[in-house]
């Protein structure tokens, strides 16, 4: 059975951190770029960040670029997001995907697999 399990959501601070976790089974993790997805309320879905499992390769949305890291532990089959600076307007549920489509146009391709989704509130 293929799973994405979130972990790591909660409530921050403006300023604050906090660390994601996608832990993935059930398929070969090499195999995937990994990423994460968010929505906050009345918004639309939009792409964080993603990481190639097979060479590493990172891309980061503007809006989260410098503040958050994006990493993997292929022994672990395990994505992070490290999330600094956190703002208001980073308070969404996050979602992990995989998909073995690459590039920076990953966000655009149709998903294979979807975690459930971990919900960060960050306060003003």
């Known amino acids: 059975e293929v799973q994405l399990v979130e972990s790591g959501g909660g409530l921050v601070q403006a300023g604050g951190s906090l660390r994601l976790s996608c832990v993935a089974s059930?398929?070969?993790?090499?195999?995937?770029?990994i990423g994460w997805f968010r929505q906050a309320p009345g918004k639309e879905r939009e792409g964080v960040s993603h990481?190639?499992?097979?060479?590493?390769?990172?891309y980061y949305a503007d809006s989260v670029k410098g503040r958050f890291t994006i990493s993997s532990d292929n022994a672990k089959n395990t994505v992070y997001l490290q999330m600094n600076s956190l703002k208001p307007e980073d308070t969404a549920v996050y979602y992990c995907a995989a998909s073995q489509e690459s590039g920076r146009y990953w966000f655009d391709y149709g998903m294979d697999y979807w975690g459930k989704g971990t919900l960060v509130t960050v306060s003003s």
């Open positions: 990481i190639s499992s097979s060479d590493g390769t990172t």
């Open positions: 059930g398929f070969t993790f090499d195999d995937y770029t």
